[in-house]
């Protein structure tokens, strides 16, 4: 007889900011699959352990968390599938396909979540640089830019749309000679994304945001008020 594991199947019907969360992450990192005897699967495969064990609990999963070791220089990567024809129908409602990777589109998330939608696509697809511009100059440039990647251009052009009306008004996209493209923001535009991002009571989420990330912001704007 089967073991059935339990997951909120009604987690992808109402939006909550746990559910856009892991939508955003979802847009970077998941998929959906189908094997031959029409089993459906929703995958988030990623290199952080805990962040998928926060989304796991989000979700109110008992699905395992599979590990696999790296190969040469890849990372070790973590998986957490969930074996669910409602949940897959219900990303598909929100714009998802199993070959969404080319047509992927930004959802319609509404306003009062679109910060840790765009947070969860942060930490799936998203990078944060600080360092030192013009260093060959006497006094060099402290910097801090933002990027997101994508191999859909349409979805960051969207992206880039939705985050200009929450003030983050620069930002240009990059088309690049490989199978992504980039959008990217300097400084006074990366700060602004912080704010939008983290100072919405972040900690009441259960942990839904990867530290390290979060923390490059923070040394960037530490080192500016020095």
């Keep these: 007889m089967p073991i059935y594991k339990s997951v909120n199947k009604d987690f992808f019907k109402i939006w909550t900011r746990e559910m856009a969360y892991v939508l955003g992450f979802f847009s970077a990192d998941g998929y959906i699959t189908v094997n031959r005897r029409g089993g459906q699967f929703w995958c988030i495969q990623i290199t952080d352990r805990k962040l998928l064990g926060q989304i796991k609990?989000?979700?109110?999963?008992?699905?395992?968390?599979?590990?696999?070791?790296?190969k040469g220089n890849e990372s070790d990567l973590y998986r957490l599938q969930i074996g669910s024809i409602e949940m897959c129908d219900d990303l598909r409602k929100l714009g998802f396909s199993e070959r969404k990777t080319k047509s992927l589109a930004v959802p319609n998330v509404p306003y009062k979540y679109f910060a840790d939608f765009a947070r969860g696509y942060?930490?799936?697809?998203?990078?944060?640089?600080?360092?030192?511009?013009?260093?060959?100059?006497?006094r060099p440039v402290l910097a801090l830019k933002t990027m997101f990647t994508s191999c859909s251009l349409d979805f960051l052009k969207q992206f880039h749309s939705k985050l200009r009306g929450f003030g983050a008004e620069g930002g240009s996209v990059y088309v690049s000679k490989g199978n992504y493209s980039r959008l990217q923001f300097s400084s006074n535009d990366s700060?602004?994304?912080?704010?939008?991002?983290?100072?919405?009571?972040?900690?009441?989420?259960?942990?839904?945001?990867?530290?390290?990330?979060?923390?490059?912001?923070?040394?960037?704007?530490?080192?500016?008020?020095v």
Excluded: P, T
């Design 191 to 225: 700060l602004k994304l912080y704010d939008f991002m983290y100072n919405h009571n972040i900690k009441d989420l259960g942990g839904l945001y990867l530290n390290r990330k979060k923390k490059i912001f923070e040394k960037f704007k530490n080192a500016a008020v």
């Design 57 to 70: 609990k989000a979700i109110k999963s008992e699905h395992k968390i599979s590990f696999r070791r790296s």
């Design 122 to 138: 942060f930490d799936g697809d998203g990078n944060v640089w600080i360092g030192f511009l013009n260093k060959k100059r006497n």
